[in-house]
């Protein structure tokens, strides 16, 4: 490299102390021509105008401190070996290139981001963020870990920006932010391994922030249909800005472990307020492996990882039955290779979505095959549906698939005269009678009308509904005491 000597240079002032030794340079105001380069082996302080022409390099050996009063220009080659304090408010990215490749951590600190066209990064000691670096071209990652302040700091890349190279080795510990109307890729990671998160099919320019997480929170805060949710990995997106987007989230089973789960039952879960719920989509590939899977589109954006509709029980179930005897329901169900099961849990639903526990049998744990069965002595007069929840000694669990049962004779003590209107007609046979509290179902299992009604043997009464019900088919559940009766109801809001 050419070097350009001081006494060639306009209005540098050389600190010098007793030893001779330079040990800082102080720029007033510096034009480094085509061609030329300037290699400083300590401190430079830029309290001036500074450009680095196109062709030009200036190597910092040492700190560089681009002051608050300072005008930098970067459109040739700026090389930084030691930490870098940005306080230039309104900077430039300019058009040309900043290499961070020194050799020990490299810090950037200051009150202002601090701006490049090109970046490279090139330290494997790794490199820190205390203030954000916007990025506007391309950018290149060739050794070593960025990371940035929980404050938050930004690695931010521009619209048009783009970047290579990213792996396990070499990839952002932190917060990445993107500017634009295009999908992006995001490199993040933990530091020992790179798990990006791609954004895309954006509806217009957006600002997105996005984080990798490991041990995901609130695992046992669930909304339906979900049943489990993977605890180990998730990504924090914050939008700044825009307007609705897709998220693609990636799993590889030699990085993170994931979740034995059935490939067409994961979802993309995102956390809403309190619980994760399921944001759609279609995975591909192998849960021992790699794999991917897309949300629908999003206009909300918070905590994301995976979810699945069904869960693994941790044993292997043969069988599982619910059948209608009389006035009970006998539920029964066969398994193997039982090892530190803790207990089964019998649950029923009204809906198939709402579902809460009506019993709990203790598991045997004898390596052979075992046959269990509870009785619900207290069923729906109606359609009941059922489903089993075993929990192992350490608190994971699973869950099995949904058995659906009939209604009985007793369910048509209550008749309803479909299709219903602007009221719901129901009639009491036998000897039922009496106040019930009642609660209407949508399809999705979502609660749209509840109230008091009072049930008088062969006597029609009514329930009023709102205008503003859709048409469409409902399920009205009728509650008192020990007795639950559930019916279909289809709501037609014009006349046929």
């Not at 040492?62 to 870098?84: E, M």
């Not at 995102?270 to 994760?276: H, K, L, P, T």
């Not at 209608?324 to 099961?341: D, G």
């Not at 469409?472 to 009766?485: E, V």
């Amino acid at each position: 490299m050419k070097r350009m000597h001081h006494d060639a240079l306009h209005e540098i002032i050389l600190y010098l102390k007793k030893t001779g030794y330079m040990k800082r340079l102080l720029f007033g105001m510096l034009l480094l021509p085509v061609a030329e380069s300037l290699v400083a082996q300590h401190t430079v302080t830029n309290n001036g105008n500074l450009t680095i022409h196109s062709g030009g390099n200036l190597a910092v050996h040492g700190h560089f401190n681009n002051a608050a009063s300072a005008s930098l220009v970067n459109d040739g080659n700026l090389y930084i070996k030691r930490d870098l304090t940005s306080n230039q408010a309104a900077m430039s990215s300019g058009s040309g290139t900043l290499y961070l490749d020194g050799a020990v951590l490299q810090t950037l600190i200051g009150g202002q981001p601090f701006k490049t066209y090109n970046l490279v990064t090139g330290n494997s000691a790794g490199i820190y963020l205390n203030t954000d670096l916007y990025v506007s071209g391309a950018h290149s990652f060739n050794s070593g870990v960025i990371t940035t302040a929980a404050t938050p700091a930004y690695l931010a890349y521009e619209a048009g920006a783009s970047y290579s190279g990213s792996a396990d080795t070499r990839h952002v510990n932190g917060w990445v932010r993107k500017t634009g109307t295009t999908g992006f890729i995001y490199p993040v990671g933990n530091g020992a391994m790179q798990r990006p998160i791609n954004i895309n099919n954006l509806s217009e320019s957006s600002v997105f922030a996005v984080k990798y997480h490991a041990a995901t929170p609130n695992t046992t805060q669930m909304q339906s249909p979900l049943v489990t949710v993977d605890p180990n990995e998730f990504w924090e997106v914050n939008r700044v800005s825009g307007g609705t987007a897709r998220v693609t989230l990636n799993w590889d089973n030699s990085k993170v472990a994931m979740p034995s789960w059935i490939e067409p039952d994961i979802r993309v879960a995102a956390y809403e307020g309190s619980v994760w719920a399921s944001q759609g989509g279609t995975a591909s590939g192998s849960v021992a492996t790699t794999g991917t899977i897309t949300s629908d589109i999003l206009s909300s954006f918070n905590l994301f990882t995976f979810g699945s509709i069904s869960a693994t029980l941790p044993l292997t179930l043969l069988q599982f039955d619910a059948k209608r005897k009389n006035a009970i329901t006998e539920i029964t169900w066969k398994t193997a290779e039982e090892q530190h099961v803790s207990h089964f849990t019998v649950e029923r639903s009204e809906n198939g979505t709402n579902f809460y526990a009506i019993g709990k049998v203790s598991a045997r744990n004898a390596g052979r095959t075992e046959l269990y069965s509870l009785f619900d002595d207290k069923p729906l007069l109606s359609i009941a549906y059922y489903r089993l929840k075993s929990t192992d000694q350490d608190g994971s669990s699973g869950l099995s698939h949904i058995v659906r049962v009939t209604e009985t004779e007793n369910g048509n003590q209550v008749l309803v005269n479909n299709p219903v209107r602007d009221r719901i007609a129901l009639t009491a046979k036998g000897n039922l009678s009496g106040d019930f509290d009642y609660s209407i179902y949508d399809m999705h299992g979502k609660v749209v009308q509840r109230g008091k009604v009072n049930l008088r043997t062969n006597t029609q009464v009514y329930i009023s509904i709102p205008g503003s019900i859709p048409s469409g088919s409902y399920t009205i559940n009728l509650h008192k005491s020990s007795t639950f009766i559930s019916k279909k109801i289809i709501v037609a809001l014009t006349q046929p």
